[in-house]
């Protein structure tokens, strides 16, 4: 997977990859049925959610679910209006699932 890839290949240390590996599986989990099963399609959604997760995150990055709201704020940045065309807005108002719900 290019996206993995991306995410293990980044310059922050082991701990840190954690959380970002983390949060994109877990923002991956809440939006992965908005991109159909084309698998070009859903491979380039996985790339530019892992950019983006990669673009927000800071080497004191420790919470999964901080790295996709800031996600959230890039993507509307950058997209404004046009958010619903991306396919950022499949992740709007994620929250992360609490342990043991």
Known sequence: MKARALIE???FGPDVLKV???AFDEAWKA??????????VVEEAQVRL??????????DSRDPEVLVQGFFK???RLH???????GVSAYEGYRRPRSGA
């Not at 992965?32 to 698998?39: L, R």
């Not at 892992?50 to 080497?59: H, I, Q, T």
């Not at 404004?80 to 991306?86: A, D, I, K, R, V």
């Open 9 to 11: 290949g980044a310059s």
């Open 20 to 22: 970002i590996a983390q």
């Open 31 to 40: 939006g992965a049925g908005n991109f159909g099963e084309e698998p070009a």
């Open 50 to 59: 892992a950019k983006a997760l990669l673009s927000v995150a800071a080497d």
């Open 74 to 76: 890039w993507g509307r």
């Open 80 to 86: 404004g209006p046009h958010l619903m065309e991306t």
